[in-house]
């Protein structure tokens, strides 16, 4: 219980986060009852169906993230960040701001822009970014309770494209570093929590698995290991030579 993840002052125990990307039922319970997720995000047009609500779906007690999908410019994100509050949905929200429609990779000028105007409004703000040193500072400075730098292109399963660049947002911030898309394996979740990872977020791996709940159970498994190596301390890494795990002389002596 001592291990938590904080957000803006709340605390959570789970530290894998389902993402937006690709929804069902048969998802959302995996994640909750599988994965044990405590936060689940969405997007403000699915919240707001006329038809079939995501948040009929999501069983009570887990945080909402709303996300700014969609959003083009920091103006937008606001609006929708503000809709989505005005909605019922909370004060947490992701912000996704794309002008690139190809590779969906976030604009991080523009998402600092809208990260220091919904923190100044009382939003818990979890900004989608691409892992800049720089970037995080300056979301550090706007309010930001986190920084959720991607691991690889939205969707990819690629896993931990920019793992080294991520290693330095989590050596320098002093905020939550949550690894956020591109995750496909349980391995590669694991990978990034050992690094000092403080979640993960993932969707598309677990969506598309041949079996969702194992899979899901897979990933909670993962992210567990890897927070407790990290937090057990990782072993030396040797460049080169050998070093013998038991004593090789003496053992025939007398």
Do not use: W
Request: net charge negative; charged share 20%; glycine share 10%.
């Amino acid at each position: 219980m001592a291990d938590q993840l904080m957000l803006g002052g709340h605390a959570f125990t789970s530290r894998f986060i389902l993402g937006s990307g690709k929804y069902s039922l048969d998802l959302i319970r995996a994640a909750v009852e599988h994965a044990g997720a405590q936060i689940i995000t969405l997007a403000l047009r699915r919240a707001n169906s006329d038809t079939d609500s995501i948040l009929d779906h999501i069983p009570e007690g887990v945080t909402l993230l709303p996300n700014t999908s969609g959003a083009r410019t920091a103006d937008e994100a606001v609006r929708i960040a503000r809709l989505a509050r005005a909605c019922g949905c909370g004060d947490f929200v992701k912000i996704e701001i794309m002008r690139d429609s190809k590779y969906l990779l976030p604009d991080n000028f523009e998402t600092i822009k809208a990260t220091e105007i919904l923190a100044k409004e009382g939003f818990v703000v979890m900004p989608y970014m691409y892992p800049d040193l720089n970037v995080a500072r300056d979301l550090v400075d706007a309010g930001a309770a986190c920084v959720m730098p991607l691991g690889a292109p939205i969707g990819s399963n690629k896993g931990l494209a920019t793992r080294e660049f991520i290693r330095i947002l989590i050596d320098e911030i002093d905020l939550p570093v949550i690894v956020d898309a591109g995750i496909g394996r349980p391995s590669q979740a694991c990978e990034a929590m050992e690094m000092g990872a403080a979640a993960v977020m993932a969707n598309t791996a677990i969506a598309t698995a041949g079996d969702i709940a194992a899979m899901a159970g897979a990933f909670k498994a993962a992210i567990e290991a890897g927070r407790a190596a990290y937090l057990a301390g990782l072993g030396r890494v040797l460049d080169k030579g050998a070093s013998a795990s038991s004593p090789l002389t003496g053992f025939l002596a007398d």
